[in-house]
């Protein structure tokens, strides 16, 4: 493996100085023009010349970093290696193009294991408007740092009952085919739990299971550079993560997600299946990209 070759501190610290660069990018252009300026490249899936540039200066300079490391972004490039950067340049694009401040930069670096499995090793995510940092390395626990003071050490989150829980979820825009079961679990979610929300970022709203700020999350036909760096951060938090049919979550194959704080993610997964146990390909691996 070539992970154990890096130091992960140093990784870490100009990893940080490559997504600051172009987080200051985006904060340059943003709220420059009217509401919905931005194309769709499929059906209310909007990306900008922000969304493409980010990802540019981010793959050179990521894969920089780690020589030989493959990448793999949303708008361009997606190859696969040993150490693969996960990048999603601009989670959030719509609140983005909007005006609105909850969008993020998210990076992280994935190592392929000796039975071909992949796992993030570490990763970041920063919130330009505010400031914010969300980091984890494996093993080494998961942090946030803000413009008013020093990092903290997130505490592992406690276990939650989901009628006390604050749960986030995501529209199925690109998935017309769950659309009828996702609105009858939101029913249902919004019924048991305490409310619900759905805020526009998959990676913020997983840092803020992570983080203790929400208590449960669900959402199907996720990507790999939606969900990288966050799902270290929750492993790191000890929040249990799976698909929606209860089997291991694997981001580049599983089709849904269900996470929150221990107790919360169990009774929100059990309350939402059968509403989707008529589509199968939710429970399943994808195709093979």
Same mark, same amino acid.
């Given at each position: ?87 999603? =340049? ?68 406690? =276990? ?113 299946? =059968? ?15």
């Amino acid at each position: 493996m070539l992970w154990p070759m890096i130091e992960p501190a140093l990784l870490l610290e100009r990893t940080r100085q490559a997504i600051a660069e172009v987080g200051a990018f985006q904060l340059s252009e943003w709220r420059r023009r009217p509401a919905g300026w931005a194309d769709e490249k499929a059906a209310k899936d909007l990306v900008s010349f922000v969304d493409v540039e980010s990802e540019r200066r981010l793959s050179s300079a990521l894969k920089r970093l780690v020589p030989g490391s493959a990448f793999y972004g949303e708008e361009g490039e997606r190859s696969r290696g040993e150490l693969t950067w996960v990048v999603d =340049p601009l989670d959030g694009t719509t609140n983005y193009v909007a005006g609105l401040d909850w969008f993020c930069v998210s990076v992280a670096i994935f190592e392929r294991g000796s039975g071909g499995a992949e796992r993030p090793i570490l990763g970041l995510v920063h919130r330009p408007p505010a400031g914010e940092w969300l980091w984890a390395i494996r093993g080494g626990g998961a942090w946030e740092e803000g413009r008013a003071g020093p990092a903290r050490r997130l505490a592992p989150v406690a =276990p939650m009952s989901l009628r006390r829980s604050l749960v986030c979820t995501g529209t199925p825009y690109r998935s017309s085919d769950t659309a009828e079961a996702f609105y009858a679990s939101a029913a249902a979610v919004s019924a048991a739990a305490l409310d619900i929300r759905r805020l526009g970022s998959a990676a913020l709203d997983l840092c803020s299971v992570a983080a203790g700020r929400l208590q449960a999350f669900w959402e199907v036909d996720l990507e790999p550079y939606d969900v990288g760096a966050a799902l270290l951060l929750l492993a790191e938090t000890g929040c249990p993560v799976s698909a929606i049919g209860g089997g291991a979550y694997d981001p580049f194959d599983s089709a849904s997600l269900v996470t929150g704080a221990p107790g919360a993610a169990e009774e929100l997964r059990g309350l939402i299946a =059968p509403f989707y146990a008529p589509i199968p390909r939710i429970a399943q691996a994808r195709p093979a990209r």
